[in-house]
């Protein structure tokens, strides 16, 4: 089960990790994106989310994308956690937009 919210800033993203855990997500399974890795990274640690890391992505994955362009990166963590192709492509369009997306997956 995979579910995923487009938001505008921190302050909707920490609403909606909120509403994910009262609706039975643990916070080991809530993501944040960012098209720029420093705001995913300064929103995860603020709001207390994971990252999509090894255990996510597996090394293969992980070890790829240092060499992937930001997009293919994010499309391929956000496949990593059960999103298909074309929705992780639909979702990268909104990163591209400056927009965050809040990922609670239990298949991880």
Do not use: C, W
């Amino acid at each position: 089960m995979v579910d995923v919210k487009v938001v505008e800033n921190g302050v909707q993203a920490k609403e909606i990790v909120e509403t994910l855990v009262r609706n039975g997500f643990t916070m080991d399974e809530i993501y944040l994106l960012a098209h720029d890795k420093n705001r995913s990274q300064d929103l995860a640690d603020a709001i207390d989310t994971n990252n999509i890391g090894l255990k996510e992505q597996g090394v293969g994955s992980a070890i790829a994308n240092v060499f992937r362009s930001r997009g293919d990166e994010l499309r391929s963590k956000m496949t990593s956690l059960g999103l298909s192709q074309p929705e992780a492509e639909r979702y990268e369009e909104e990163l591209d937009r400056g927009k965050v997306l809040v990922i609670a997956s239990k298949v991880a």
